[in-house]
């Protein structure tokens, strides 16, 4: 029988290494997921509730062929509020996904024989759709002088006459943009010519140097087509838009109506919250962009130097590779690898990989590498060998108790003397390469305000007057005067004291001092180390200050800073005396400064009335965001608690955590990003969660 040729047409590899990656899985064995230009990131929390509403509270059935009433008004209010551009909302047309979007622009501007332009290189899938519908698909070879784009003298190059022309701004793979004039000039030439212009505009949002234009701008003659699948992370729920000019709308509507019925209805219904989401979307903008940074920086330490630009989307295209091959043009007998292509990935394995899967570093420079999406979360390229070789056999996360039902005290196992220690070397490592990479805290003692005086003041040898609750008041307002910017205070646990260690003072002062957030919000890079340790010196200052002004009340008193500590774990008794809730991130978050701050500790004997812990909200706030999992590199954040010493809480992965922690000089962008430490953001979470509990 009879086999139409329109199948005939080259298959999109991409689909094809998913399929053999889902295969490989299903066999049980491991893979490293490069294949698919998409976020990791989920949708947008808003767009889950509204999704949830609408499938609990809506029949769900067939919808306007062209989208419903509400999201079509809202795409319009999108372009303008975002763009400052005015489209009647009977110009947009809702469809399944952006493949469906250019299937109906095919259809309904070009019959079969017509010719489109293209650029080269570019996204596969144009260049199939059209084969399938016999309309011939004409490359525009283009170069790093155009910045990989068409022009008028390049489509004036071609041979034979257009019907149309396709642009992608910013383009797959190469990451490029058209400026305002350059879109301008090309919206002039194809109006010239009767041409009809289709500008694909799915990565809008994502973007490095300001927003993109958009031809909306420019021309009400232009097919724009846009998704919801990258900037809002909504790859799987298919749907996208189109800005239909008005002499194709009919058209548009009569080939949907046909050919698709309508586009999902969930994925409409729950779309429209997606608009309101800014600040979520902005959060994995800003790890793309770390991202990007990272990859232009240390790429060319690898030898990839040759790169296109990367104005946008999440590729960095590398030109040459070292390993020889014509530029991305050689085929091997494998058919989803170029000869060019195959070097650079075995390079950056070799030198970076090596087999690890401590940090998943590998898949993120080795995708930018290869002209894939990586998946938005923020990886050094190379994860150090030399690192990798200290790690000892025994998990960091068994020292630790994961999944242990008992209480015990914990395990020293970081920030501890190094000689005692399953992970000392590590620890030695990378102290030593902060101290080589950032030379502004080769002198920790004495640099960034020093740590003040360590030889403490003889204990008096009568002790003061007083109670509990005057020693408390007075306590208080001395470290509050001493630099510290809370103070709280716990009765001492057993349990909170390190295996091998004693403390037989019976009350803890923890101490908590403030960072400065422009500064955490640099992470991971060494301003925000820098930060963390100027604060962990003043906590330090403050401890001992505090501990000399007891003790010359006549009462013992031992002060212990950090980073590295005494016999304390001081995050649950910072907890007990009431200075916050512990977060996802497994550090704690407090009603004013959020994460963004340092903790240290005093132990004593003076009389003293505990504090009670202080509940507003926050982990039932963490239950649901989830910001710093997304933001973690290594994926060490989990979004359920695990039972860690008989306890359940948040907890940190520890063998996922440390290399990159280690790479990066401490890392934090967990709490960096953590939206409690905005100062901005933090008191309205507050008052929202403060609400919740009344």
Known sequence: MKVSKRGAV???????????????EAEGKPVLHLEVGQPSTPAPSGVLRAAVAAAEGQRLGYTDALGVPELRARIARHYRDYYGVRI???RIAVTTGSSGAFLLSFLAAMDAGDRIALAEPGYPAYRNILTSLDIEAVGVPTGPETR????????????????????????????????TESLRSLVSYCDQRDMRLIVDEIYHGITYHGPAVTAAALSDRVIIINSFSKYFSMTGWRLGWMVVPEDLHRSVECLAQNHFISPPALSQHAAIAAFDCRDEVEENMARYRRNRDLLLRELPKAGLDDLAPADGAFYGRVLQADAGG?????????????AARAPVCALFLRRNHR?????????????????????????????????????????????NGLGEAEVRAPSPIYWQDPRTLAHGKLQNWMLEKTRRDVPEIMEMRHGLGGRGNEERVPVAAQAARGDATVFTTAVKAFALTAEADDIGIARMRPEWIYEGHKADLPNVIIVLVRMDHAELATAPEPPSVVEVM???NRGTRVARAVADWIRERGFQAMPHGGPVGGPLVMVPAAIAAGLGELGKHGSIINRRFGSSFRLAAVLTDMPLVPDTPDTFGADGFCESCQVCSRACPPDAITDVKQTVRGVEKWYVDFDRCVPYFNQTYGCGICIAVCPWSRPEVGPKLLQKMLRRLK
Do not use: W
């Open 355 to 399: 087999g690890h899967g401590r940090g998943g570093g590998a898949a993120e420079g080795l995708a930018a590498m290869t002209g894939h999406a990586f998946d938005g979360r923020v990886l050094d390229a190379a994860i150090d060998p030399e690192q990798l070789s200290l790690f000892p056999d025994i998990s960091g996360n068994t020292i």
């Open 534 to 536: 100027r604060q962990y």
């Open 10 to 24: 080259p298959p999109f590899y991409v689909m094809e290494v998913m399929k053999a990656a889902a295969q490989r």
């Open 88 to 90: 009647p909302a009977e």
């Open 326 to 338: 014509d530029r991305d043009r050689c085929h091997t007998g494998d058919r989803f690898r170029s």
């Open 148 to 179: 990989f784009q068409p022009t008028p003298e390049l489509l004036d190059q071609v041979e034979g006459p257009l019907d149309a022309l396709l642009v992608a701004t910013p383009a797959n793979p190469t990451g490029t943009m058209l400026d």
